[in-house]
């Protein structure tokens, strides 16, 4: 009854497997991975953006303390709030993300 949508399905499914497994195959052979036990924090960059945005963030950043607590109080994980990703500011410098905004993601990320 359903036999040739069924089929069209698996067979994107079916893609879609072959897709990602491709891709992850890919980034394993990337190498150059960030050995995290060694990094002294973690830093997590927290941007919340507009919108909603902050007030999720504000959660999730919540839960993350609350799961990672004893990391935290340890030294090894830190947050950063990373602000400027709002409308307002992207229009003011005429930017997806102004240079500034820029330089603190990499920094939470790459410091």
Request: charged share 35%.
């Amino acid at each position: 009854m359903y036999e040739e949508e069924i089929q069209v399905a698996v067979k994107h499914f079916e893609d879609i497997l072959r897709e990602q497994i491709e891709r992850a195959k890919r980034i394993r052979e990337e190498g150059d991975w960030i050995n995290y036990s060694k990094l002294k924090p973690i830093i997590i960059g927290v941007a919340g953006g507009d919108g909603i945005g902050p007030y999720i963030t504000e959660q999730a950043q919540r839960v993350l303390e609350f799961l990672l607590q004893n990391e935290i109080q340890e030294g090894k994980v830190e947050f950063r709030k990373i602000e400027g990703l709002t409308i307002e500011n992207r229009m003011k410098h005429m930017q997806v993300v102004s240079d500034d905004v820029l330089e603190e993601i990499k920094n939470a990320m790459f410091c």
